[in-house]
């Protein structure tokens, strides 16, 4: 009898125990794959930002050279920087305050047995499937100073047209616009599901208390769906602070930087104004405004959330 | 421990990825190896790449195409690729990217101005383009095509801007004639105006890139920058402010088309006004004239082409359009390929047969002598505006920071049409500031 297999099956299985299965077992095996797509798209890309925001780069003339704090002290004494900086933040935060309450109103709505409720879920999700060139030319011709339905719209209640996209003033507020009713089919999704978690005892509980729509909805409504908040709210920061394509399709950013947000700038000085470490300087400092925001906001609402 | 070794695996691989990094600047071998490159190697054929700036599908997109075929039919050895990208900007940035990632092509169009950025980059032509061919080229048209003694790029898609001119509106309203002074420009435009018919005299729109302001002001006397792209000049005297007065008094007499009171592209708006007969008269590239006659005709209004109107006794005018560059990145045999490509494309036929399909300058002296361009002008004057313009040619501003300044200066002009009560002088010199701290910061 040929023992030879046996005996090879024998050493495999006694190799396998001996160093494959602790490495399948060991955690950190089980992320690597996940782990090595994130130290080589985000980690490493952030290094080299970070290196390059010392540098003075230009890969056209073949020009890398150190340059100190050059590009942070040019980015400081820059006020079209500070501009911008301050139009993200004003973006951000009112995207988010407007964009949540409504998307939390519309799920409380929605999750009624109104015979309303399916034409407007449609109406609530479909900007959510939409692509962002479509939303851009569908508001750039609704915000049209001339033709525009919205000008149309105010100047039957009376009031002076406006310049909307053109406007110095209006240009940022009329993106925090779309940009809500872009983000609103989203939000509105998850709240949904959220208030589908509650179970319908405790409303029971609350008919019986004789508790109202308004005191139900503040005492347990959101108590009970605040978990959601945190993600909600981390979520929908992260991706209006990371707001590019509106800015491209609208406005390119202007008027006069007056709608311009902290990566359309960063493209913008490193693409167009070939100014590399400058743009990388602002993407350094940009990226611990977005972990300093973004540990605030856990801070914040996670200790305000209610978990079951 | 266990943290220790992760942190340690950390920085080993984050310190392999830089020792690995390839440091910006010119390689011997980058660029070559483009993706068709490999299968052309292997059938043994020397690969050229070219970067249009039209969509594939676009008039120079096809007439590209077929000229690449007939010239590998001559030049079997050499496979051709023609890659349209949509547009001067977009292939500005393509380029841009290409040159961090060492994938730049054999050639490329480019808007003229754009060599200030990329000279850098680009392989000297007289030794791949014979001098004959070179000396072929118009003169004025080489003028933004040499840099520091390098001759980077040689003259393609040509145009000067020209008077659009609806004759049928100026026969209409018994206007005579065409302005060749902006004084008459205002005047006729009063004329031409007909607000119960929604027809303005005139429209302007300065251009993505300014170019058309730039024109203008040129024609005026004046200049954006200094030539050793040191110096921002335009905000220096009132000749750019006075530019932009003129339109914006137009525009407050109901004279002028506005196209920046509307959201949408400038040019679109303004185009589709002139097609419609709301416009009288533009200043447009000539490189559109091909297009715009089959539609004006259909439309039942018959296009002329006038000489740009004139603010001093010498007429002075921007060039614009596309130019050729070759990349040193290429092989010496992708270098002389591409160089026998770009002689085969000076040909008068192909020279000439692109100059009749789109309406761009015929880039060479002897096409002018030929039957088909002699035609062509005894048929439609019009096409000889534009090529007795270019002796009238000013040079372009040839700095690396030109995108970053006209993206500034379109958007203070912008706003003085947006908002036509702007002071004018004061937008001009907050624009000459800007645009100055621009050169400051980044010299070429």
């Not at chain 1, 099956?9 to 994130?38: D, H, Q, T």
């Not at chain 1, 902290?262 to 470490?277: D, P």
């Not at chain 2, 169009?109 to 791949?128: C, M, N, Q, V, W």
């Not at chain 2, 058309?212 to 005297?237: A, C, H, M, Q």
């Amino acid at each position: 009898m040929n023992e030879s297999p046996r005996v090879a099956g024998n050493i495999i299985r006694r190799m396998e125990m001996r160093f494959v299965n602790p490495i399948l077992k060991s955690p950190y095996a089980l992320i690597l794959p996940a782990l090595a797509i994130c130290v080589c798209f985000s980690v490493i890309p952030a290094l080299m930002a970070f290196r390059n925001s010392f540098f003075s780069v230009d890969y056209v003339a073949g020009v890398d050279r150190f340059a100190g704090m050059a590009n942070y002290r040019s980015i400081f004494t820059d006020g079209a920087f500070i501009q911008v900086f301050r139009n993200t933040v004003v973006f951000t935060f009112f995207s988010a305050a407007f964009g949540i309450p409504l998307a939390v109103l519309t799920a409380v709505f929605l999750n009624s047995n109104s015979p309303l409720c399916n034409f407007t879920q449609g109406v609530v999700f479909t900007p959510h499937v939409i692509s962002f060139v479509s939303v851009s030319t569908l508001w750039t011709f609704m915000m049209d100073p001339q033709f525009g339905i919205l000008n149309y719209a105010l100047g039957l209640l009376g009031i002076r047209p406006l310049m909307w996209l053109l406007g110095e003033n209006t240009s940022l507020p009329s993106i925090i616009i779309v940009s809500v009713w872009k983000t609103l089919g989203y939000n509105v999704l998850i709240v949904v599901s959220a208030l589908q978690t509650i179970p319908r005892e405790v409303y029971e509980s609350a008919m019986l208390d004789r508790s109202g729509p308004v005191r139900t909805f503040f005492h347990i409504t959101l108590p009970m769906i605040s978990p959601f908040f945190v993600f909600l709210i981390t979520t929908c920061v992260a991706q209006t602070l990371n707001t590019f394509d509106l800015v491209r399709l609208m406005t390119g950013g202007g008027p006069k930087n007056s709608s311009n947000l902290m990566v359309y700038w960063i493209y913008e000085t490193g693409y167009l104004h070939f100014q590399v470490g400058k743009a990388m300087a602002g993407a350094v400092i940009f990226l611990f405004f977005v972990g300093a925001v973004s540990l605030l906001n856990f801070a914040l609402t996670s200790r305000r959330a209610y978990y079951q | 421990m266990k943290k220790i070794v992760s942190l340690i695996a950390f920085i080993a691989l984050a310190a392999l990825q830089t020792a690995g990094w390839r440091s910006p600047g010119p390689s011997p071998h980058s660029g070559v190896s483009l993706s068709s490159g490999t299968a052309s190697a292997a059938e043994g054929k020397t690969d050229v790449v070219l970067w249009n700036v039209f969509a594939d599908n676009s008039d120079t997109g096809v007439f590209l195409s077929n000229a690449a075929r007939d010239f590998t039919a001559e030049n079997p050895e050499i496979k051709v690729t023609i890659v349209g990208q949509g547009g001067y900007d977009a292939v500005a940035e393509r380029l841009e990217a290409a040159a961090a990632s060492g994938t730049l092509p054999t050639l490329a169009i480019i808007e003229e101005t754009f060599l200030g950025r990329f000279h850098p980059r680009a392989a000297d032509l007289s030794k791949y383009v014979s001098k004959d061919t070179i000396d072929n080229y118009q003169k004025s048209l080489l003028a933004s095509s040499r840099i520091n003694g390098l001759l980077a790029t040689l003259p393609f898609n040509r145009s000067t801007p020209v008077l659009y001119v609806n004759r049928t509106l100026f026969d209409r309203s018994g206007v005579k004639g065409a302005p060749s002074t902006w004084d008459e420009f205002a005047v006729m435009a009063r004329k031409l105006s007909d607000p119960e018919n929604g027809v303005f005299g005139a429209g302007i729109c300065w251009d993505t890139d300014a170019w058309i302001f730039e024109s203008v002001l040129y024609s005026f006397g004046g200049e954006i920058i200094s030539p050793d792209n040191r110096t921002i000049l335009f905000g220096r005297n009132d000749i750019a402010a006075n530019v932009v007065k003129l339109f914006q008094n137009m525009y407050n007499e109901g004279v002028l088309f506005n196209p920046y009171i509307h959201q949408d592209d400038p040019w679109a708006v303004i185009g589709s006004a002139f097609l419609n007969g709301k416009v009288a008269m533009f200043l447009g590239s000539n490189g559109m004239f091909g297009t715009y006659e089959k539609l004006m005709s259909e439309a039942g209004y018959e296009l002329q082409l006038q000489t740009h109107p004139a603010g001093m006794d010498e007429l002075s005018v921007a060039t614009g359009g596309g130019n050729i560059i070759m990349f040193d990145s290429a092989t010496e045999a992708q270098k002389r390929a591409a160089g026998r490509l770009i002689e085969f494309l000076a040909r008068d036929r192909y020279v000439t047969e692109y100059a009749a399909l789109t309406g761009y300058l015929p880039t060479t002296v002897s096409s002018l002598e030929t039957g088909v361009i002699k035609d062509l002008a005894r048929r439609s004057p019009s096409y000889k505006i534009a090529y007795d313009q270019m002796r009238h040619a000013h040079r372009r501003p040839l700095t690396k920071n030109w995108k970053a300044i006209y993206k500034l200066l379109t958007e203070d002009l912008r706003r003085c049409l947006t908002y036509a009560d702007t002071d004018a002088a004061s937008a001009m010199r907050d624009a000459a500031a800007a645009c100055q701290k621009i050169l400051d910061e980044n010299p070429d």
